[in-house]
């Protein structure tokens, strides 16, 4: 069986010293039986298993490393309903009808986040915030242009500012950028955290740490069994282990990367920019900014294909220092000084979009993969297919997501 562990974070991220970010949870386990089972408590986890909680099923989680200290922990959190293929692109490659309901999902993703946000009354410093998508190497000034006018077709909430509005009101020196309301900031671990409270409030019983080494399909569903020979018996199971593939969940939809973020030290809130919006661009290697409500600069990208945990934890420093390099040319005038540096397991599919779908030959398993740029926001979509999937329905846009 291929459960390789892998290093998922290297350094030290922003949202290590978070208060609020402690789960009540068993760590003996010797056999259980439930309605599903989630193997894996990241963010994926963590807001698939309140949504199935909230909808009145018995729920249990396994995670094989402490509660949330995977890859949710390297997130630097925008929420988003622009997927990292622009619309034109991704009707290009999957067709103008999916593509617009893939960016309209999302958008409703955003916005269903914030509901499950405040139903559960979850405390992880959420900001409603507006996006700011730039010109550079990608796409220039004209695709931009045309991305918003596709956007607003569909009723997105997308402009398009020229150079000179854009240096007006940022300051920053680019042929245009899209100007798009329904974006947010949060904290990811205290959102993950949140929603394993909630989940266990409403029954589930999270289990950590415990590794799933074998799965058997079973006349009721299926048996997973763990290093230590507990087996957890479930009508279904959902595979939401992030970066890290267990068998019998496909391989190779994805191909595992490094991305790198850092955090300066808290500024001036006057030195930010206006509206303290999120702000990345068409361009490749990309650059990413946020603020934090303690009015950090939290910025990410230089992305590689460095996996080997050692080389990508040396090349922390220098990607580090390219990545603050960057902001200061994109927002001068600004005294910035790191205070984090950490790299993370990243990953793409073709066409940006996550894969959540039941697996192949296996009918009582769902598999989610909630990777890319958007992951919180496909994690939040996993919520929602797999709410129908345990249901035994199929989601509208399920199709959108194999
Ligand atoms: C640097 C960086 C920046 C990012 N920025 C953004 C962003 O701005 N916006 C955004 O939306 N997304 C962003 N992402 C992506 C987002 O963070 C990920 O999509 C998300 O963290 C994945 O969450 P997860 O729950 O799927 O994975 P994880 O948090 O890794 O959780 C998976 C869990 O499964 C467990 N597991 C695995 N195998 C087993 C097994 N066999 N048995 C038991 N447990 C198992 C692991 O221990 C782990 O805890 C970013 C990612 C990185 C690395």
């Excluded at 909230?54 to 509660?67: A, E, F, K, Y």
């Excluded at 039941?358 to 990777?371: F, K, R, T």
């Amino acid at each position: 069986m291929s459960n390789t562990k892998k290093d998922l974070r290297g350094g030290r991220s922003v949202w290590s010293d978070s208060p609020h970010t402690r789960v009540s949870h068993r760590s003996r386990l010797v056999g259980e039986t439930c309605d599903v089972a989630i193997v894996g408590a990241g963010v994926s986890g963590a807001l698939v298993a309140a949504r199935l909680a909230d909808d009145g099923h018995d729920v249990v989680m396994i995670d094989r490393r402490p509660l949330l200290t995977g890859s949710t922990r390297a997130s630097t959190a925008m929420i988003q309903f622009e997927l990292d293929t622009p619309l034109t692109k991704l009707s290009d490659q999957i067709g103008a009808k999916a593509a617009a309901r893939a960016y309209l999902r999302s958008y409703r993703a955003v916005q269903s986040l914030k509901q499950v946000i405040k139903r559960h009354g979850i405390s992880c410093g959420w900001r409603d915030r507006h996006a700011l998508y730039l010109a550079g190497n990608e796409m220039g000034w004209r695709g931009l242009e045309g991305e918003a006018r596709q956007r607003a077709k569909l009723g997105l909430p997308s402009e398009f500012l020229a150079q000179g509005p854009l240096r007006d009101r940022f300051g920053i020196d680019r042929t245009g950028a899209t100007w798009s309301e329904g974006a947010a900031e949060l904290n990811p671990v205290q959102l993950a955290a949140g929603c394993l409270r909630a989940a266990r409030r409403l029954g589930a019983r999270i289990y950590a740490p415990h590794e799933i080494k074998k799965v058997d399909a079973t006349g009721r569903g299926v048996d997973l069994t763990t290093s230590e020979g507990a087996v957890v018996s479930a009508r279904r199971a959902i595979f939401a282990t992030g970066y890290e593939v267990v068998d019998p969940i496909p391989k190779g939809a994805f191909e595992i990367t490094s991305s790198w973020a850092i955090a300066t030290k808290p500024l001036d809130p006057t030195a930010l920019w206006p509206s303290r919006c999120l702000i990345w661009e068409a361009a490749d290697p990309y650059l990413y900014i946020r603020t934090t409500p303690d009015n950090r600069i939290v910025a990410g990208g230089e992305d590689s294909g460095l996996t080997d945990p050692d080389r990508r934890d040396s090349a922390t420093t220098n990607k580090a220092m390219q990545i603050l390099a960057k902001v200061e040319r994109l927002l001068p005038g600004r005294k910035l000084e790191l205070d984090y540096a950490w790299a993370g397991a990243f990953a793409e599919s073709s066409t940006g979009l996550a894969h959540i779908a039941p697996i192949d030959g296996w009918p009582a398993c769902l598999a989610v993969l909630a990777c890319g740029g958007n992951g919180i926001t496909f994690s939040q979509i996993a919520a929602e297919l797999a709410s129908r999937w345990v249901r035994g329905r199929e989601d509208p846009d399920a199709d959108l997501f194999r």
